[in-house]
């Protein structure tokens, strides 16, 4: 059985939609809502949504991808397509559904359904592991679980499976009862509740209510009662009910939670039965993920022996890869936690945005799909490879070999992972990409390990799918057809250089900046082709900023002067930006000197003024708003007197991140869309609407007990008249976390614990006083998160998060998230 196989004929049918065939026949078996990632575009139908983009604007993309089957809703790219076949529907989104609705029940699996605020995409990994000997499971790619997400799961059922694991996650009032048909889930699980505003809803309980929807004609409810306190119980769903909870009346109650050496021993009584389990992790949102899957699996009927077996054999999970850097310059996508050919797509297409090395290496071990033939599977992965350019393949297996001829790039073979690494030595890796993406049981961690350059325990985390997020955030307020350039200055607020850039300009920002050309041209080394503005262009480095096409800001008449000076003969229509200064003053021409460049660059060829622009110095003060409102005037003016002059209208821009949320009629030509990327903005009430992009850990050294009277640190500051325990983490101020965060100023999370550093924050090392709490070497720690955020640490040292984001030092290595 293959993937599901349709004509678009029939498609069409039951969508009961309008068409425009060129080839009846034409077969679907892939959905598409992005016309970057295809896998066999003959065989894909692309639905033209509408969300952030119109996503009708990338039919040009699909079209020249060879994808020849769309939905749509605007009627006029029929004609200007004859070859193609068009469905043209009311809602491309809804369209979706029905078809992932219909498709679903046309199989008879038991399907489960999972909800709630948090853990959704463990519980589900974590039960795929526990039921896999059992059943044939389909379950949600990654973190599946939207809107447009569910369907794309759904439409992966085939005859072969016995089981699917669904989870749902909603943004919005009334999305539920879509997703619930969609899915219909015969048996619900219910992680948990948290908080209700972060995620869009009034209320806890209308957030509640809504979740529910999902489990409406449920079997199968499987809940804590902790989490749904207050409701009315006889209106909860499910014929038949299966709680969990340390309270009294629990189908399995919870009595004893107790670390032992990095795992749980867990204890419940479950029908008057004292039981027990040993699950291999000891954080807490673990434990309670651990939980769920226990009564899971004894509401399905396992007995309580096998459920303690089965979960004491859980491994990690991680649904997102990981980009960090190599050995030999290599940058390392590391992917080895899952490998089937939704998440190696998903992988491929990453490894594609990259543009640092023009090599690329996949090493790829053999997959395990459910119901494919081998042939059909490898000769997929093979047109997946050629289409992502991918350079070499290094595959690692005992049937992978015999499939060498499909693959069109370098290949080489090797029989298991140990043979890879015996190998080692003699392999070359340099300058180069390298996915590495293997099924669990190949053990592909050990080949990432010693492809990574050491980690020291001190890591930046960056989530990459936030920032995107964050991107859409903004594009969301800015009207159509507004450009957005990119602040990417110092190291991209401290997050990194090339991997930010590569991520903008896959997502199609028009331009970057930076402060000095050094910084620019190590973007254009790494491949990045947006253009990009330099703000303080130095004098010394003219040349190699024109050798790169970067674009110089222009502030001054004697830095226009000598640039035109540097630029060689015969140069024309360099592009430049003009700098005038409305009130910050800072960079920037005065009113006054108007004239006088306008009368310079009348008539002058060599360059082209791509934009003028100013800087708003207050944007997101509201106590400013006068003063803004004059900068946002007198810049107009200023730039009309300009044009005048020059003849030609370059793009006028002013708005940086508070003006884009805060004053609509500063977005102008572009914006500047800087901190906002990164999760903050002071002009938004508590940053809502933006995710965080950001997370420093780092790990405990040592855990020592202070006597009574004893002291902490240099110059005896630490002072402990109690006594007490502390923890040293290796972190200081040489990584950024300043000399100000001494002394109980700042604070840390140690096991989900908030607890003030002690003594002086010494050059790689910190104090903590854990007093009383349950600690050991090598523990993480955590400098900052979604929970103890930024802000949070900006305030204790009288700062702004800038300066928090721009300090963390180089030598902290930066890992990046993406999913
Ligand atoms: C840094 C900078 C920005 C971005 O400001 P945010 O407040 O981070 O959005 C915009 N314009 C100029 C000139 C800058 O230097």
């Known amino acids: ?92 989104l809804n369209a979706l559904q029905k078809l992932a609705t219909e498709h679903q029940q046309r199989f008879n699996l038991q399907k489960i359904a999972i909800t709630g605020s948090n853990g959704k995409t463990m519980v589900k990994e974590w039960l795929y592991q526990l039921l896999a000997a059992d059943f044939n499971i389909i379950r949600s790619p990654k973190s599946y679980n939207s809107q447009i997400g569910v369907p794309l799961s759904v439409w992966q059922i085939n005859a072969d499976h016995t089981l699917g694991i669904f989870e749902a996650g909603i943004s919005a009032a009334g999305e539920m009862d879509t997703l619930a048909e969609v899915i219909q889930p015969q048996i619900g699980i219910l992680t948990n509740i948290g908080e209700a505003h972060a995620e869009g809803f009034a209320s806890k309980d209308e957030k509640l209510v809504e ?104 491994s990690q999970v991680s649904m997102r890869l990981e980009l960090k850097n190599g050995i030999n310059q290599c940058s390392i996508i590391d992917d080895s936690y899952s490998a089937d050919i939704s998440s190696l797509a998903i992988a491929l297409d990453f490894l594609n945005q990259q543009n640092q090395h023009p090599k690329k290496t996949v090493i790829l071990s053999e997959l395990f799909e459910t119901g494919k033939d081998d042939q059909v599977l490898y000769t997929e992965i093979a047109d997946l490879l050629a289409q992502k350019k991918v350079s070499r393949l290094i595959g690692i297996g005992a049937h992978l070999a015999q499939y060498a001829a499909l693959f069109k790039c370098e290949t080489l073979f090797f029989e298991d992972t140990d043979a890879f690494i015996s190998d080692f030595a003699n392999l070359q890796f340099s300058h180069e990409t390298i996915l590495v993406k293997g099924a669990r049981r190949f053990e592909f961690g050990r080949i990432s390990k010693m492809l990574t ?22 594009r969301s307020k800015i009207k159509p057809g507004i450009k957005i ?47 990009i503005m330099v703000m303080s262009p130095e004098e010394s480095a003219f040349e190699a900023l024109i050798k790169h096409h970067l674009e110089p800001e222009i502030y001054s008449l004697e830095i226009l002067n000598s640039f035109l000076k540097a630029l060689p003969e015969g140069t024309s229509n360099y592009p430049v930006h003009l700098k005038i200064d409305s009130g910050m003053h800072r960079l920037g021409f005065d009113d006054a000197e108007i004239a006088n460049l306008s009368s310079v660059l009348k008539n002058n060829h060599q360059i082209n003024v791509q934009s003028v622009f100013s800087h708003l110095v207050a944007s997101a003060e509201a106590e400013h708003d006068g003063f803004t409102r004059h900068q946002i005037d007198t810049f107009k003016v200023a730039a009309e007197k300009l044009i005048d002059g020059l003849g030609y209208k370059p793009l006028l821009h002013i708005a940086n991140t508070s003006g884009i949320s805060r004053w609509p009629d500063s977005q102008m030509d572009m914006v500047r869309l800087g901190i906002g990327l990164y999760g903050f903005d002071a002009g938004l009430n508590h940053n809502q609407g933006l995710q965080t992009v950001i997370v420093l850990k780092t790990t405990i050294t040592q855990v020592k007990t202070v006597g009574v009277g004893e002291s902490v640190g240099y110059s005896r500051k630490g002072v402990m008249p109690n006594g007490g325990k502390i923890a040293t983490v290796k972190i200081g101020y040489a990584d950024g976390y300043g000399r100000a965060f001494g002394n109980g100023t700042g604070k840390m999370l140690v096991n989900g614990q908030l607890v003030p550093t002690i003594g002086s924050i010494c050059m790689d090392m910190t104090m903590l006083d854990v007093t009383g709490l349950e600690v050991s070497a090598g523990d993480e720690a955590i400098v900052f998160n979604k929970e103890h955020t930024i802000m949070q640490l900006a305030e204790d040292i009288n700062t702004i998060p800038y300066e928090i984001l721009t300090n963390i030092s180089q030598r902290v290595k930066r890992i990046y998230f993406y999913e």
């Not at 498609?11 to 295809?38: F, H, P």
């Not at 350059?453 to 903004?474: G, P, R, W």
């Open 485 to 531: 350039m990119a602040m990417v200055k110092a190291f991209s607020y401290g997050s990194g250089s090339f991997e930010i850039a590569n991520l903008l300009q896959f997502h199609k920002v028009d331009y970057l900046a930076v402060a000095y050309a050094d910084e620019g041209i190590a973007l254009r080394k790494a491949g990045i082709t947006l253009p």
């Open 1 to 92: 059985m293959q993937n599901p196989i349709y004509t678009i004929s029939t498609i069409a049918k039951i969508l009961q939609a309008d068409v425009k065939l060129a080839n009846e026949q034409t077969i679907i078996q892939y959905l598409i809502v992005d016309s970057r990632s295809v896998l066999v575009p003959e065989n894909s139908l692309f639905f033209a949504l509408s969300s952030h983009r119109n996503g009708h604007e990338f039919i040009g993309d699909a079209y020249h991808k060879q994808i020849r089957n769309f939905v749509i809703t605007e009627e006029k790219y029929i004609a200007l397509y004859p070859d193609c076949n068009f469905i043209l529907v009311e809602d491309s």
């Open 211 to 314: 979740k529910l929807k999902l489990f409406k004609e449920s079997e199968l409810f499987i809940y804590s009662p902790d989490y749904v306190y207050g409701q009315d119980l006889s209106a909860l769903p499910g014929q038949k009910k299966f709680t969990w909870s340390s309270t009294q009346g629990a189908d399995l109650r919870i009595i004893a939670i107790a670390p032992v050496d990095g795992n749980c021993h867990l204890q419940a009584i479950y029908q008057n039965q004292e039981i027990d389990c040993l699950l291999p992790f000891k954080d807490k949102a673990s434990i309670e993920n651990g939980i769920i899957c226990w009564a899971t699996l004894l509401a399905l009927g396992y007995s309580a022996a096998e459920a303690g077996l089965r979960l004491g054999r859980l």
């Open 453 to 474: 350059q050491k980690i020291h325990d001190t890591v930046l985390e960056i989530d990459l799918n936030a920032m995107v997020s964050n991107l859409q955030f903004y």
